[in-house]
């Protein structure tokens, strides 16, 4: 009879609202742990992808600044080539030889013909 009447309450109380409610706040405590556990891998994942974009920054600045010495040399020379002396040693560059100096940039830096970079 014990065990009858046992059966019985616990029949009762897994229909009962109650357990149901238990069991709703379970399957939701689940749900919000999850949604937790991609919320973290997403806020990972993005940091992975901010990273490896910094990396090919860096590779891009250190390739570009390589040769940076050389072309402030060509630069420099070339400035000095074409401009001349103005009011309290500043040196000026008039328009067409400045655009002689941007053709001569063009193709060092851009390989373009003479023709092309005019």
């Known amino acids: ?3 009858y009447d046992h059966e019985e ?4 109380w897994l229909k009962s609202d109650g357990y149901k409610k238990q ?3 379970k399957k939701d405590a689940e749900i919000k742990k999850q949604q937790a556990e991609v919320s973290d891998l997403e806020d990972t994942l993005s940091q992975i992808e901010q990273s490896k974009k910094m990396i090919g920054k860096s ?3 250190s390739e570009r600044e390589k040769h ?3 072309d402030d040399d060509f630069l420099q020379n070339l400035l000095g080539k ?3 002396n103005g009011k309290n040693g500043i040196k000026l560059i008039a328009k067409d030889k400045a655009y002689i100096a941007a053709t001569q940039c063009l193709q060092k830096w851009k ?4 023709k092309d970079a005019q």
Do not use: C, N, P, R
């Open 68 to 70: 940076a010495a050389d």
């Open 23 to 25: 069991q709703k706040a």
């Open 9 to 12: 309450a616990e029949e009762k």
């Open 59 to 61: 590779k891009e600045l």
């Open 111 to 114: 390989g373009m013909a003479a």
């Open 1 to 3: 009879m014990e065990k």
């Open 82 to 84: 074409y401009s001349i």
